[in-house]
């Protein structure tokens, strides 16, 4: 996102952001419980086998932490803007689920609901952290979600592991013990694992993404961006219903809006629309 920069309309000329809604709201919803639904399976599927009875924690963990985020972020968003933010409340909800992946076999159950509501109020501070200083556009809200959230995971996992699990595993003798119940070494090692991880995988797809935009380009035309991808990309359009231009072709109009871009017109300099 750094690389390919901000969409068209995403900041107004004194670089504030401006909120591109989504198309469909309650369709977002179901993703996200439908993504809650398959957590089960991957936290729980993670153990390998359904004899291993810490399966049954670990599930309660994973649902335990998702819902704890969700409710963070609802509460966050009332105290600072006085409404629930539906979107936002997906967000958290999974915030909370990648917060609780690393540390799920490992702590409490009133930890995983600690962990989850940590991970709600920390996804609304890092949107607004990562959109409004860093200037980045994350429409999704990935590097909060995934990226904040997953190190947050990577590191509670460090403080609040329990040591009633996880002997033998990897070759160390010993189970898995956090900060939080007298072992440090857990921690840094959490520490160093998690520095590492982002430091490579920043380096290497920042290069990555530079070296293809030099060589293809990362990025659509201001036209196609405007009027969108499904056609140009695709060949249909996936919401034929959607009417873009007022009357008249659309290269004819000098005002025609694309669906979700707010007040950006059809012939606009990019460095403008920025």
Request: net charge negative.
């Amino acid at each position: 996102m750094i690389v390919l920069g901000p969409r068209l309309g995403n900041y107004t000329k004194y670089g504030k952001p401006v909120a591109v809604p989504g198309h469909h709201l309650p369709i977002a919803i179901v993703g996200t419980f439908v993504l809650a639904f398959g957590w089960f399976g991957f936290n729980p599927g993670s153990t390998l086998s359904g004899t291993d009875l810490r399966i049954g924690v670990v599930a309660t963990n994973t649902m335990l932490a998702g819902t704890g985020g969700a409710i963070a972020a609802m509460v966050f968003m009332m105290a600072k803007f006085g409404k629930p933010d539906p979107s936002m409340m997906c967000n958290g909800m999974l915030a909370g689920l990648v917060a609780i992946t690393a540390p799920c076999a490992f702590v409490t159950s009133p930890a995983a609901m600690l962990i989850g509501v940590i991970s709600g109020v920390l996804v609304c501070w890092s949107v607004f952290f990562v959109e409004g200083t860093l200037k980045v556009d994350d429409p999704v809200g990935a590097i909060s979600v995934h990226g904040v959230n997953g190190a947050w995971g990577v590191l509670s996992l460090g403080l609040f592991a329990d040591g009633k699990y996880g002997d033998g595993w990897n070759g160390v003798p010993g189970t898995v013990t956090g900060l939080f119940y007298g072992a440090p070494k857990q921690f840094l090692a959490q520490c160093v694992g998690t520095l590492t991880c982002a430091a490579f995988v920043f380096v290497s797809f920042y290069v990555f993404f530079k070296v293809l935009d030099a060589i293809m380009g990362n990025r659509v035309s201001v036209e196609t961006e405007l009027a969108g991808l499904d056609l140009p990309e695709m060949g249909a359009l996936a919401y034929p219903e959607f009417v873009t231009s007022g009357g008249g072709s659309y290269a004819e109009s000098s005002t025609a809006l694309s669906p979700g871009v707010v007040g950006v017109p059809a012939k606009v300099n990019p460095a403008e629309a920025l």
